[in-house]
């Protein structure tokens, strides 16, 4: 059974940073491109950044470029999002997914 499981999300400042992780079980990760997707309050989907299998091709939504950072690590089939220079329209639920598996994403609060 194909499991990916977000963590790292909570509440910060403006300015503050996060890590996002979200562990893959079930499939081999490694031969799959990931990306990370947010649902913002009230708002639809929106796509933040993807990843190819290899991990050395990134790409990001404009909204993030710059201040958001999409890695994996293939041995322990993690991928990560590192995120600073966080600002409040970054409050969302962020989920991981492979294009046809999601998990059930993680809280990320961005307040003074």
């Known amino acids: 059974e194909v499991q990916l499981v977000e963590s790292g999300g909570g509440s910060v400042q403006p300015g503050g940073s996060l890590r996002l992780s979200c562990a893959a079980f079930?499939?081999?990760?490694?031969?799959?491109?990931m990306a990370w997707v947010r649902q913002r309050p009230g708002k639809e989907l929106e796509w933040v950044s993807g990843?190819?299998?290899?991990?050395?091709?990134?790409i990001y939504a404009d909204s993030v470029k710059g201040r958001f950072t999409i890695s994996r690590d293939n041995v322990n089939e993690i991928l990560y999002l590192q995120m600073n220079s966080l600002k409040v329209e970054d409050t969302a639920v962020y989920y991981c997914?492979?294009?046809?598996?999601w998990g059930r994403g993680t809280q990320v609060i961005v307040s003074s």
């Open positions: 997914t492979d294009g046809g598996d």
């Open positions: 079930g499939f081999t990760f490694g031969g799959y491109s």
């Open positions: 990843i190819n299998s290899g991990g050395r091709t990134a």
